[in-house]
């Protein structure tokens, strides 16, 4: 869990700031999005396939240019 000290004479705008820069590093919205719903284990392969696919393309495209 991010944790954000206020240090003497910083805004809060600065420090929100922060706190949602640890917050995107750590992968908490990211975790938040994928859990939202309910996903079918179905689908959930069939979306690991389709992202495994598409990054084998783009391998393959790098490799021939």
């Known amino acids: 869990?991010?944790?954000?000290?206020?240090?003497?004479?910083?805004?809060?705008?600065?420090?929100?700031?922060?706190f949602k820069k640890q917050c995107e590093k750590a992968?908490?919205?990211?975790e938040i999005r994928k859990r939202e719903h309910y996903e079918k284990p179905s689908v959930k392969i069939k979306r690991k396939r389709m992202a495994a696919r598409k990054r084998a393309l783009k391998k393959q495209?790098?490799?021939m240019s």
Do not use: H
């Open 1 to 18: 869990m991010p944790v954000v000290k206020i240090k003497e004479g910083e805004t809060f705008e600065s420090a929100m700031r922060r």
């Open 27 to 30: 992968g908490i919205l990211s």
């Open 61 to 63: 495209k790098k490799l």
